[in-house]
């Protein structure tokens, strides 16, 4: 009875230990809907489910909107770090029974710190994803806690396509997993550098083009390309800018010519008509009236006695008696200071050196 009691034990403990390893390779292969352990479990899931879907059914019927409210007020750090799973998995039959190794803790701060500063060192955020070799980019993006990174949907793709959790480098099992922004923020500063790289180019290029729109090139063929566009700017806006009026500018031209003719139809009456003698009197007795005692060119005195018959003026080293010229206007001048002055005039007509208008002169002696 005891060896048949004894083999019936043995008999059980194999069969544990057959159903222990078989759930443990469930387990290890992620086929959980097929494991025994959690078969009970299930329906009670099933269970909790229902209930949960009809407790929110009748939430969204007397929800008035307030808790999406307080929730939209709470602003989350997009940029915070957090581990996916933050809790070891439950231990299969295999493991309670020893006959496999428990899974490892998870990992502290301090450790996470350490696998980060490795994934660092070795600039995996700067490359591109191993599994899709793409940039990280915008995208979430995992940090395993064997220091490798991948796109968080990479590596959920890899995990269903493999039944495994497994690293896709390192082959490593029963790995943890931190979701980090390390991609996101280098991509973010990668854009920034181009953006300003950008703004800059457009600045030079700007400052470039008025440079070479102000300052002429020293190379010949390019100074002349130069001053020909310059030359070509200046006229087209000298044609834009100018009003061909043709009517306006032969009115105009016409009103000037006119003018000018009355100008010299009033010269030739001035200049002329010949003064008689009874005029020359009158200019005499108007020129008297003036007391005209110098000569306004050389500024020297005058000398004539009240019949305008002049007198003898002699100097004080005694030189010949100077001529006086009597002009048409009644203004006196020595006739060589008046000679001087018609050859150094430019014109054909000359006029008085006092009120500027024509004159005829008539020449006593003193």
């Not at 994934?119 to 955020?125: F, N, P």
């Not at 150094?344 to 005829?360: A, D, H, K, N």
Request: proline letters at 5%; charged letters at 30%.
């Amino acid at each position: 009875m005891l060896k048949n009691k004894d083999h019936s034990s043995k008999k059980d403990n194999l069969a544990v230990t057959a159903v222990a390893l078989q759930d443990h390779i469930l387990h290890d292969f992620q086929l959980r809907n097929l494991s025994i352990a959690d078969h009970s479990k299930t329906k009670v899931q099933k269970r909790e489910n229902r209930s949960k879907s009809l407790k929110r059914d009748a939430k969204a019927v007397i929800d008035t909107g307030l808790k999406k409210a307080t929730q939209g007020s709470k602003k989350e750090d997009p940029e915070k770090e957090y581990v996916l799973d933050p809790k070891p998995p439950p231990l299969t039959l295999a493991q309670k029974l020893g006959l496999f190794e428990p899974p490892p803790l998870p990992l502290s701060t301090d450790e996470w710190e350490k696998v980060k500063q490795r994934s660092v060192t070795q600039g995996d955020s700067m490359q591109p994803c191993p599994i899709c070799k793409e940039e990280f980019g915008l995208h979430p993006q995992v940090l395993l806690s064997c220091s490798h990174v991948f796109h968080r949907a990479c590596l959920q793709a890899f995990e269903k396509f493999t039944n495994k959790k497994t690293c896709p480098l390192c082959r490593r099992n029963q790995y943890q997993t931190r979701v980090i922004h390390d991609g996101a923020r280098l991509f973010k500063i990668k854009c920034a550098t181009r953006i300003q790289a950008y703004w800059r180019g457009h600045i030079v290029r700007k400052w470039y083009r008025n440079l070479r729109k102000t300052v002429p090139p020293t190379d010949a063929k390019l100074r002349k390309k130069f001053f020909e566009e310059k030359f070509t700017e200046i006229s087209h806006r000298i044609l834009c800018s100018y009003d061909t009026n043709v009517e306006e500018l032969f009115s105009e031209i016409d009103h000037c010519l006119a003018i000018n003719r009355s100008i010299l139809q009033q010269l030739e009456e001035k200049c002329g008509h010949e003064i008689t003698e009874e005029d020359w009197e009158k200019i005499q007795i108007q020129a008297l009236h003036q007391e005209i005692s110098e000569c306004s060119i050389c500024l020297t005195p005058l000398s004539f006695n009240s019949n305008f018959q002049c007198a003898s003026l002699r100097r004080s080293n005694n030189q010949d008696s100077r001529e006086i010229v009597l002009l048409s206007c009644s203004h006196m001048f020595h006739y060589n200071c008046l000679l001087a002055l018609e050859e150094f005039s430019l014109g054909e007509i000359y006029t008085c050196p006092l009120c500027r208008s024509c004159y005829q002169k008539k020449i006593f002696e003193c």
